[in-house]
């Protein structure tokens, strides 16, 4: 399953995001160029308002630059119709959002095959079991996302990420409202997809330690790139990060 | 607070248009039903001043049976003349005149048909030279100067293709049947050319005296004083020399009079209709419910924000409740406005066919109209908003820190226990009343039907899930992932699903009544036939009126006829002091056109006097065959009448039934409303036929000939059209519930906008929501389509068991009616849901993530 670290999972080229017009003009993202390889995972860093969201939500197709160019494995997504880009989002990529990640009136099982579901494909019941026990769930499957801790929730949400076998996972602050202990799951458990199924994970956060889970991390600041940092840690994350806000 | 109230409203304003929109349908057509009534009323008040214009007086003899006057041609005996020569002798009147007024005519146009505008009457009057005491005047041409001339309306002239100086045919409902005139002129109605369409043949004194066998007599006697005299001082000494059965009533009296019998009609007319539109309201009161509950758990932040900062749960109610009074306020004055658009219109619309009682006048808004109209439409929207308003009152001030989840509802036991409690008692209250046949027992099954409604109201919610459950199933195999989780979303608020539902449930539960009434009725009419007529052949007028007595008398020499009577009905007169009413028939069609079931049948007695009564009438008042009725009747004011008989099936028969003979000694008015016929022995049905109208056919071309198939077409016909009338005045209550429907789903999606987004972000196409959406709505308005059709179906069938008295026997199957009611609710549903649909695949997703 491991895939040779050159190959690029996703790529973003000149991406520019403008909102507003004339005086309320907001450069949101001004002309970035990144890549991130097949099997890594990736950090994206930087203060309240640098565009690390936007350029999460841009490359992950859902959002669209105002201009430049967005590939995920070969495809340009950019100009997709709003159906094609639906349909990459669903066989192609995985989601982990902050909050507000499953379906309340579907069960966790049925959370975690719901992309398959709208695909109508049948369900590769031995992945899924397999995803199902890495982040050990199989006890609570028939509950409904209510029935769950916060830590649980997120747990569905990696393992229907997972589930879909896409080239890349994107997770915006995935553990931005959880506890410590169900952070550091979480985040492990993401770290062992890449290591053992060499997914490719891309992660925004604010938070040094979360991050210090990447293989490498990229900072933004005001819309562009301004540092990167490869095998991170806790302190070289967070001494980057001091320099950034000064 | 009223601030915070006006502030809410304008922040969700786009939330409360559809609830707006509800209460301005309900009041709309409520007003459009009272400025429609009140411009006819105004109207006719106009034309019946203009009619009595320049008579100060009239005299007429007493109603012997009181109190029963149907407007023209009511059972009041007619008045000598010597009336008349008294009345231009008494001191201080001007001008007298005698006046023959009756109903009943044809006029036939140049082309052989009768010159008729949908069932308006048609009269015969007669030609006095004080056409000052008339409302009619010549137009063209000149007074009848012989008995063969006459004048007739320009609707007759226009219509029927007539010239002044041409001949023309008139039928008279009498045994003067058709008569050939030449026309002498047109007359017009006072000031204006047409009388609201009715049509008029003015004939000679004598010659209308002698067409209705009154002759030396006459209807009524107008008077016009002379210019100084006063008119009450006139009316005493007139009255004092006349007998106790005649009396004298001025002319604002006999307008005042008119004016209250037509009053009484279309007052009643406009009741019916206005219940269309109440029903509207309280379907209407669901979606207000809804709405208010939605929104509140929508702004629970806000609200609980209000509360930490002081705000008393008193303020709350109060500001919730002022919203819903500033919503009440706006869509009922805008409904009242465009009420009166619509009232206008169709006042416009119906003047276009013929039927314009305004006569031009401006749709009258009366200050009732928009009392009734504001009080409604404010009462209804405050009161629908009570229940949300208290809950938003309950909000703690801690649910602005906590995280608000999407609303599950819980079961309300006790609602629920009381639903069905009152379910129950609504059907044992409707069964029970249905089989008592009584007045109180109509009024229990009615009031049993509307426990029984709101009984099914407040089980809903526990209705609603297992019908998620049963109706969403075929749905989620079909559609796979949108639909299961559409059936996810109908049970995740059983509430919510159980109002919405209802507000459907309710119309399409009193359409299917009706529809189950109707085909019961039109299956009564089908056995009702075959029960109690014999006869071959069925004569009739083609419109709803009687024909002349003549036809029978032309038809009695035909050999292809073996049997033949004539049927007559008349006014209500009193027998053994209580209102009754009576048919006529001749003595030998007892036993052979009509199918009586007699028992203790005297033909002797029956031929001379005697009355057949019905078996149930004669149980009632325990009246014995060769018992004496007393009985006061418009001719013969007292008149002792012995049993000839009882019979048990009544079929076309009133309680009472007499031979023609006797009916000619009680009754003024001589017209036949059926003759009924069958073949001599060895004759086909077509050569009879055949025979029946080569004779008739020509001659009156006023009456129909119809066979046994025929004669219950013709009937169910009429059932068929009453029942679209009223399933097209249902459409209102159809439509508010689809905004009903509409509304809620719109207000879900936004409350849902967060998973939407989430759907959509995870790979649902746009076309994947929507289908979601519209599968919801189908399972939600199927649920009330069923509810619906089970609680209609159980309606129709008590209503049809009420009606046993009415000749309704025979129960209808439902199922078409059923199947016919859920494809209605089905594309209801999916109607409704398309612009919810719409907006929820358009959400646009970073949004919807972004939320909240």
Redesign the interface.
């Given at each position: 399953m491991t895939m040779p670290t050159q190959t690029v999972a996703a790529r973003a080229v000149g991406a520019t995001k403008i909102y507003g017009r004339g005086d309320t003009e907001v450069v949101a993202l001004g002309g970035v160029d990144v890549e991130f390889g097949a099997g890594q995972f990736t950090a994206i860093m930087g203060p309240s308002g640098s565009g690390k969201s936007t350029l999460l939500?841009c490359i992950a197709g859902?959002?669209r630059l105002t201009s430049g160019q967005v590939f995920i494995g070969e495809i340009e997504i950019s100009s997709l119709s709003?159906?094609e880009l639906?349909?990459v989002?669903?066989?192609r990529l995985g989601?982990v959002?902050q909050a507000?990640?499953?379906?309340?009136?579907?069960t966790a099982y049925?959370n975690i095959t719901?992309?398959a579901?709208?695909?109508?494909r049948s369900i590769d019941g031995e992945w899924v079991d397999r995803v199902v026990g890495a982040v050990g769930l199989a006890s609570r499957l028939s509950h409904r996302p209510?029935e769950l801790s916060g830590g649980q929730q997120q747990r569905v949400a990696v393992a229907?990420a997972l589930a879909n076998r896409p080239s890349v996972i994107f997770a915006d602050e995935p553990t931005g409202n959880l506890d410590s202990k169900a952070s550091s799951e979480i985040l492990r458990f993401l770290r062992n997809a890449v290591d053992e199924l060499g997914q490719t994970i891309v992660m925004v956060t604010h938070d040094p330690a979360s991050a210090a889970f990447a293989d490498r991390v990229v900072f933004l600041s005001d819309g562009a790139i301004v540092d990167s940092l490869t095998d991170p840690t806790v302190d070289s994350i967070a001494q980057r990060v001091r320099s950034l806000e000064q | 607070m009223w601030k915070v109230s006006w502030r809410g409203l304008l922040a969700h304003k786009a939330r409360f248009v559809l609830t707006a929109l509800a209460v301005l349908l309900g009041v709309m057509f409520i007003t459009a039903t009272y400025v429609l009534t009140d411009t006819t009323n105004v109207g006719f008040q106009r034309l019946f001043s203009t009619v009595n214009a320049g008579v100060d007086l009239q005299v007429r003899a007493v109603d012997p049976i009181g109190g029963s006057t149907d407007g023209p041609g009511d059972s009041r005996p007619a008045i000598p003349a010597a009336v008349l020569d008294l009345a231009r002798s008494t001191e201080g009147v001007a001008e007298a005149e005698g006046l023959v007024f009756r109903p009943g005519v044809s006029i036939v146009g140049a082309d052989g048909e009768v010159v008729q505008q949908l069932g308006r009457p048609v009269f015969a009057v007669n030609y006095v030279d004080q056409l000052d005491l008339t409302p009619y005047s010549i137009r063209e041409g000149r007074a009848p100067e012989r008995p063969d001339e006459v004048l007739l309306d320009s609707n007759s002239v226009e219509d029927g293709d007539l010239t002044v100086g041409g001949p023309v045919d008139v039928i008279f409902p009498t045994d003067a049947g058709r008569q050939t005139f030449t026309i002498a002129g047109v007359l017009s109605f006072g000031d204006q050319e047409d009388f609201s369409g009715a049509q008029v043949a003015m004939l000679e004194t004598s010659r209308a005296q002698e067409v209705f066998e009154a002759v030396d007599e006459f209807d009524f006697v107008a008077i016009a004083v002379e210019p100084r005299a006063d008119i009450q001082a006139v009316k005493r000494t007139l009255a004092s020399s006349l007998p106790p059965d005649i009396e004298v009533l001025t002319g604002e009296q006999v307008t005042n009079e008119q004016v209250a019998q037509l009053d009484q009609f279309i007052g009643i007319f406009g009741w019916v209709l206005r219940g269309f539109g109440f029903v509207g309201m309280f379907v209407a009161a669901f979606i207000i419910v809804n709405t208010f509950t939605i929104v509140v758990s929508q702004r629970v932040r806000e609200l609980a924000l209000l509360r930490a900062l002081g705000a008393s749960p008193r303020q709350i109610v109060g500001a919730v409740l002022a919203e819903s009074a500033l919503i009440g306020i706006t869509a009922s004055a805008a409904g009242i406005g465009v009420g009166y658009i619509l009232g206008s219109f169709i006042q416009t619309l119906l003047a276009k066919i013929g039927f314009d009682p305004g006569g031009g006048i401006d749709p009258v808004l009366d200050i009732r109209t928009v009392v009734v109209g504001l009080s409604i439409g404010i009462g209804v929207t405050m009161l629908a908003a009570v229940v949300p308003a208290i809950r938003a009152a309950r909000t703690r001030p801690l649910a602005a820190v906590r995280e608000v989840?999407?609303v599950?509802a819980v079961l309300n036991w006790t609602r629920i226990t009381s639903g069905f409690v009152a379910a129950l008692a609504g059907i044992a209250a409707l069964l029970w009343g249905a089989q008592a046949g009584t007045r109180t027992g109509l009024l229990a099954a009615a009031g049993g039907a509307l426990v029984l409604l709101l009984g099914t109201v407040a089980l809903g919610p526990l209705l609603a899930r297992p019908a998620a459950v049963l109706l969403g199933g075929p749905v989620a195999a079909i559609s796979?992932?949108n639909g299961?989780?559409a059936r996810?979303?109908v049970?995740?608020n059983p509430r919510r699903t159980a109002i919405t539902a209802s507000a459907l449930m309710i119309g399409l539960a009193i359409a299917m009544a009706v529809m189950v009434l109707t085909a019961s009725v039109i299956r009564s009419i089908d056995s009702l036939i075959d029960e109690s007529i014999a006869a071959d052949l069925t004569i009739s007028d083609s419109g709803p009126g009687g024909f002349t007595t003549a036809l029978r008398n032309d038809l009695r020499d035909v050999a292809e006829i073996g049997g033949a009577t004539a049927v007559r009905y008349g006014d209500r007169v009193l027998v053994e002091g209580k209102g009754t009413e009576v048919s006529a028939i001749e003595p030998d069609a007892v036993d052979q056109l009509l199918r009586l079931d007699t028992e203790g049948f005297a033909p002797d007695v029956f031929a001379n006097g005697g009355a057949l009564v019905s078996a149930e009438l004669a149980d009632e008042r325990g009246w014995q065959v060769g018992d004496v009725l007393e009985g006061t009747f418009p001719k013969n004011a007292l008149a002792s009448i012995p049993i000839a008989g009882t019979f048990r099936v009544q079929g076309f028969m009133n309680d009472i039934v007499v031979s023609i003979e006797t009916y000619e000694d009680l009754y003024k008015e001589q017209q036949d409303f059926f003759v009924l016929a069958s073949a001599a022995p060895g004759v086909e049905l077509d050569a009879l036929r055949l025979a029946v109208e080569q004779r008739i056919g020509d001659r009156y071309p006023n009456v129909d000939v119809k066979d046994r198939e025929e004669l219950k077409d013709q009937q169910r016909q009429q059932a068929m059209i009453f029942l679209a009338v009223f399933v097209g005045l249902m459409l209102l209550t159809l439509f508010i519930s689809i905004l009903g429907i509409l509304n809620t789903l719109a207000l879900s999606v936004i409350e849902r906008t967060?998973?939407i987004g989430?759907?959509?972000?995870?790979?649902?196409?746009?076309r994947?929501i929507a289908f979601m959406v519209e599968w919801e709505a189908m399972i939600v308005a199927l649920l009330g389509g069923v509810l619906g059709s089970g609680i209609g179906v159980v309606l129709g069938l008590a209503l049809t068991r009420a009606l046993q008295d009415f000749q309704v026997t025979e129960l209808a199957s439902p199922w078409q009616g059923v199947i016919g009611l859920l494809v209605v609710a089905a594309v209801s549903g999916l109607f409704a849901a398309l612009y919810p649909a719409w907006r929820a695949s358009r959400l646009d997703?970073?949004r919807a993530?972004a939320t909240d």
């Open positions: 939500h859902l959002d709003e159906r639906t349909e989002r669903r066989d989601f959002f507000y990640n499953l379906v309340p009136t579907l049925e719901l992309p579901s709208l695909a109508g209510t229907r | 989840e999407a599950t796979g992932i299961r989780l996810a979303n049970a995740r967060r998973e989430l759907l959509r972000a995870v790979g649902s196409h746009r994947q997703v970073l993530i």
